[in-house]
């Protein structure tokens, strides 16, 4: 391949990067004595943070799904120009010169940014706001705190922490999202200086 693929781009990078944590989620450092202690107004403040940090997430997709759609609406425009062009040649007198094999090349050059692209357009199975009902009224929490007030407290303590680790798991998808983004962008960038070096490559060769 021309260019790298999605892989060594994004996803391989998140994992490296999770991999020098000692855990996968960051963890609440909270004894018995600080829940206890927590007010029921302090703990909604908390969790309503939590759940715009992850509408946030969810928005930041959005933004790199328009933005991924425009950058494949232009590759492909660039691919049909460089087959048009082709196409034309090979109606013709084909001949491989150093200009038309400089085409081809950057015909292949160009599909293979279409196909990196690809990964930012398709689903990715974000993990937006709210739980089942099946998994907030759990015997657990009532068996374990008769006190209505402490009981609600402790479902929004577990309810602020699923909503850590949702946060946490989006932000790493938006962030392989982003590095592929910036790759191929760069590598469209690149273009007519990958274009120029074919060329000259070919020409020296005698093309």
């Known amino acids: 391949m021309i260019i790298a693929s999605a892989n060594d781009i994004g996803i391989k990078k998140s994992h490296n990067h999770m991999k020098k944590k000692d855990k ?3 963890e609440f450092l909270l004894t018995e004595d ?3 202690a927590a007010q029921k107004d302090e703990l909604e403040f908390i969790f309503s943070q ?13 933004v790199i799904l328009n933005r991924a759609t425009i950058f494949l609406t232009l590759t492909v425009g660039f691919i049909v120009s460089d087959l048009g062009y082709l196409l034309t040649k090979w109606e013709g007198d084909f001949k491989f ?4 094999l400089t085409s ?11 196909f990196l692209i690809r990964f930012n357009v398709k689903g990715h199975g974000y993990k937006t706001t709210g739980s089942e009902p099946v998994d907030l009224l759990h015997s657990w929490f009532f068996y374990t705190y008769q006190d209505s007030e402490r009981r609600l407290n402790e479902i929004l303590i577990s309810e ?5 680790r949702r ?4 932000k790493n998808v938006n962030e392989n999202r982003w590095n592929i983004l910036q790759y191929a962008l760069n590598c469209l960038i690149l273009l007519p200086v990958f274009m120029i070096i074919c060329f000259l490559f070919f020409n ?3 093309f």
């Not at 939590?50 to 959005?62: G, H, I, R």
């Not at 081809?104 to 279409?114: P, V």
């Not at 946060?167 to 989006?170: A, G, K, L, S, T």
């Open 24 to 26: 996968q989620y960051k």
């Open 204 to 206: 020296y060769l005698g």
């Open 50 to 62: 939590a759940e715009k940090q992850l509408k946030e997430c969810v928005e930041t997709s959005k």
């Open 160 to 164: 602020t922490q699923s909503y850590q």
């Open 34 to 36: 600080d829940k206890k």
């Open 167 to 170: 946060i946490e798991d989006n």
């Open 97 to 100: 010169n150093s200009i038309n």
């Open 104 to 114: 081809i090349i950057t015909c292949i050059y160009l599909i293979e940014i279409l």
